[in-house]
């Protein structure tokens, strides 16, 4: 095994969710390939004296998902899995371990099955948010290698790899160090942010206004996605007025969007067009009355991440960007918005780009002001 797994694994057990003796731990390994990472998870969930039970698929790109996808009746698309929902009421740690196979298996499915199979599972995801939120259920989620990913990056996988683990920062003697380094930063921005009010964002390809009064910003240190790297909060629901031309695909069950600008009225989204991928967009958007709110306004912080790869998990922590998500907010942040879906979408600053905050200038061309 290549010795940055169980690192990475050492790390998502003792740092990002701090596994105490008795916890119950889901590894939630979506694909096959994530074996290798599982395994060295459930090593060192043993060694923290946790207790663990895997969950397999069917994840967003299985083979399992796409049958259902194909074959399933209204009623079997709109079945919602017991085992599943129990255990996002029961577990106290869920680390999700994504390892794509193919990462275009679902990209012929027809956009309403999916809207339809996603409302679904809102009461699951509900109960996921609503305890994550209180503080009941720790979670961390992370990508092992595969060639599908590194083909989407367009790397080789050796390059890819590189990519993923240098990201983590598990080639550091003391990774630990340099998350909690990136943590001190990261708060004084959020710090720095409480107790304002409106919101501008304005460049080449944005001109949006949102609240974030009474909201509260996330520092995303490496405690839920890792690698992370952002400050997110969810805005105040109606408060977001303007227009924004994301200038990056937004990927969904593998189906690719591009070129696409939502404008919002009041909070919802009332126009949304796209160059690729138009039908698909508003589909998800109809999911139900909160896909077409926002639920997430984010900053990415990684330096580190600078290339394109076609995998939010790394995309929404590029430096020098801002994304959000319509559909579900993260109670924690104040958000009360509720959705099946939640969909990050990014937006470029680093060419004129900026971010006043109740007048002051907080961000520009990428590099925060304060």
Known sequence: MDARVD????????????????????????????????????????????????????????????????????????????????????????????????????????????????????????????????????????????????????????????????????????????????????????????????????????????????????NADGKRNFPDGEIYTGPVETSVNGWVKFTYPAIKDGREVEGHELRFEDGKVVKATARKGEEFLNAILDTDPGARFLGEFAIGTNENIQQFTRNILFDEKIGGTVHMAVGAGYPNTGSVNQSAIHWDMICDMRSGGEIRVDGELFYKDGVFQV
């Open 7 to 218: 690192k990475v694994a050492e790390l998502l057990v003792n740092y990002s969710t701090e596994v105490k003796p008795g916890d119950l731990v889901m590894i939630h390994t979506y694909e096959p390939l994530a074996e290798p990472l599982g395994l060295a998870v459930y090593k060192h969930v043993l060694l923290a004296g946790g207790n663990a039970v895997f969950r397999m698929g069917p994840g967003d790109y299985t083979a399992a998902t796409e049958i259902l996808y194909r074959y399933g009746n209204d009623s079997q698309l709109e079945f919602m899995d017991p085992t599943f929902y129990w255990l996002m009421e029961n577990i106290d740690v869920r680390l999700a371990l994504r390892a794509p196979v193919n990462t275009r298996a679902l990209t012929s499915v027809d956009p309403q099955k999916v809207s339809r199979f996603q409302r679904a599972q809102a009461p699951t995801q509900r109960t996921f948010m609503d305890r994550q939120g209180r503080g009941e259920l720790r979670w961390a989620v992370t990508q092992f290698p595969t060639r599908a990913a590194a083909q989407d990056a367009e790397m080789s996988l050796t390059d890819y790899e590189d990519f993923v683990y240098g990201a983590c920062m598990v080639h550091l003697d003391d990774p630990v160090a340099y998350w909690k380094t990136k943590s001190a930063e990261q708060q004084r921005l959020v710090d720095w942010l409480g107790g304002h009010d409106r919101v501008e964002v304005k460049g080449e390809n944005i001109d949006l206004t949102l609240s974030i009064k009474d909201r509260i910003f996330v």
